[in-house]
Each structure stands twice: as C-alpha cells, then as structure tokens.
C-alpha cells in the first residue's frame, strides 16, 4: 500500500518525465452526480475547452479570473485534465462553483466571439462609484483635481462628441499651512468652492487611507488627516452643487490610485514620478493618435495658448500639481467617457 501510494505522488508531480500513454476519462466521477449530469459528448467538450482554451477565452464563462489562473499554473505545471473531478484539487474550486463553470461551457456557443468580448470588456472598473456607460454621450463638462498637502489644483475639460476634448479651465489654490485648525480649513475649503467652475461631473483621485506615520509623529499623522479631511469636504461641497444637467445621478467620481500615472507611463516600481514631460508634450505636440475613429478624435486635446501660459509662469511644484489634474481628467475622459481601445490596452500590459 505504502509503496503503491508513493508512485502515486510521483507520478503526479512529474507527469511529463514519465513515458505513459495518457486517455481522457470520460466517465464522470459521483463526486459531481455524474453520469446524470454530463453525457461523453459533453464531458469530451469540457475538458477539451479547459485544456485548450487560453485564459481570456475561458473567461467568456461562468468562471473568476483568480480560479482561472490556478487553471493555467496547473496546466502549465502538470498538463491536461484527464477527468471533470480533477479541477476539484485546485484550491478555490467546489462542487457548486464548478457545476456551474462547466454547464456555462455546455451551454454557450462555442464560436460566439462577440459575447467573449462583451464579457471580457465588462473586468474593468475605473472608478469608485462605477462609472455607468449609460452616460458617457451624456457628459458635456468633467473637472479634475488634484489634491495635495500644499495645492489643489483643477482643470475643467468640454466634451463634445466627435471632436478634440477641449481644455477650458486650468487653476491652483495654495493651502497656506499644512496644520491648519478645522475652523481656517473650513474657511480654506469655501474660498476653494468658489474657485472651482461648475461642470457635470467632478473626479479626483482616490486617496490613500489617512494612518499613523512610521515611527508614531504625530506632526506627520496630523499631516496626513489634514488631507483626508480637505478631499472629504470639498468633495461633500461638489456633490452637493446644484445640478445642471439632471440626466447626471451622481457628480463625484473616485478614480482609482495612480492609474493616470500608469496610462501616461509615470509610474515606475510603486511611485509616481513628475509629470512634466508628458504635459509638455501634450501642450506642445497635442497628442494624439494617428487614426481617424470617433474615439480616438476625443482622445486628443486642445490647449489655448493663454493656459499654456498659465502653465509656465508656475513654479515647479505648482507646475506638478497642475499637470496631474490635467492627467487625471485626461485619464477619466479616455477611459470612461471615450473607451479609446489604445488607452484600455495600455492599462492591460
């Protein structure tokens, strides 16, 4: 017995060394209340599709991507499933969750490529709450900003459709103090809700959690709850602005951490690096891609020249936090409101 169990184990962990004849089992194990569930033609199928498909096509299933990636270390690791009952060793797999895996394989069509790529486009969400598609062509006005311990700066953008997004507002507010009472950031926060220009939807990035500062400074700490606190009442204020355009339900989105900064290629290891190259290369050059379709031509921006002013007569700070509103609105309008193919493959590398 003992040895019979030992060249078991062997035999599992390298399969492909060993010279043997390998058949698919197409008996159903009872583990899965076969035979009743799957006939041989449909278990052929299913472990056919698990062992051939890749990972994006088996996404079109009724399956996480998470689980789908043990799929693939095990096929790279040990090859084929040779039997339905076997994915059942994979961590995260049940009998529940793989009955429904395998009955939407039996109950899809396998050449419709078009609900594949439905499905697949469905993974990415960009913002806190979800964007919904709904209202992209609804958007004519977004504002961005950037909120730091020592600038909030915004830039209002136009959306017109089938046009270049056009850059109409670009502003700074200095915060005169980075411990400031409650009372004078209240007072900070009016004089900056009067600055901002009203648009129909308002995104900032989403802020890391306020928490103690390594090695317990309470300077430090307090540093970083000043910021929590301004992000929080000034995106209160905007949301609670009266609404121009009603089709809009919610105002205020939360784009997700550094995802700006690693559309533009700014992000390298786990920071985020000055940006302003790429602003300058989108005031100077207007960057844009080289076709012609509908999304692509809203992905481009216009720049009037008294903003490009604006931009340099700044200090080097201010500059930074300036560029990253810009990169910010950017990001949301490629992203979000256009779904420019190049911008969403970029994310995906």
């Given at each position: ?39 041989d ?7 056919a ?26 096929r ?111 007072r ?73 900064a ?34 692509q ?26 560029g ?13 409101i ?12």
């Open positions: 017995m003992f040895a019979l169990l030992y060249s078991t184990r062997i035999y599992r962990n390298v399969p492909f060394r060993l010279n043997v004849t390998r058949s698919f089992n197409v008996k159903s194990s009872t583990k899965l209340g076969f035979p009743c569930s799957y006939t033609e449909e278990t052929r199928k299913i472990l599709t698990i062992n051939e498909q890749g990972v994006e096509q088996l996404y079109k299933y009724d399956i996480s991507k998470s689980r789908l990636k043990r799929i693939e270390v095990w790279k690791k040990f090859g084929k499933f040779m039997s339905l009952d076997q994915v059942l060793e994979l961590d995260g797999f049940g009998i529940t969750i793989l009955r429904r895996f395998y009955d939407s394989i039996i109950n899809s069509s396998k050449d419709n490529v078009e609900i594949a790529s439905k499905v697949i486009k469905k993974d990415p969400s960009f913002t806190s709450p979800v964007f919904p598609v709904s209202l992209a062509t609804k958007v004519k006005s977004c504002v961005s900003l950037y909120i730091g311990l020592d600038f909030v700066t915004w830039a209002k953008f136009d959306i017109i459709q089938k046009t270049p997004t056009v850059l109409t507002g670009w502003n700074s507010f200095a915060i005169p103090d980075r411990k400031l009472h409650i009372s004078d950031l209240i900070v926060v009016s004089q900056i809700n009067q600055l901002i220009p009203k648009a129909d939807v308002y995104v900032v990035e989403n802020p890391a959690v306020a928490q103690m500062a390594i090695g317990g400074s309470a300077i430090k700490t307090n540093i970083n709850v000043q910021k929590s606190q301004l992000i929080a009442m000034i995106m209160v204020i905007l949301t609670n602005r009266t609404k121009e355009n009603t089709d809009i339900p919610e105002n205020v989105f939360f784009l997700k951490q550094y995802i700006s690693r559309l533009f290629g700014i992000y390298v290891g786990n920071e985020r690096v000055s940006c302003e190259n790429v602003v300058r290369s989108l005031l100077e050059r207007q960057i844009g891609l080289s076709e012609d379709s509908i999304n031509i809203q992905s481009k921006l216009t720049v009037p020249s008294g903003l490009k002013v604006l931009y340099e007569e700044n200090q080097d700070a201010e500059r930074e936090f300036l990253q509103s810009l990169l910010l609105g950017l990001t949301f309008v490629r992203l979000c256009v779904e420019c193919k190049d911008s969403l493959n970029t994310l995906k590398k």
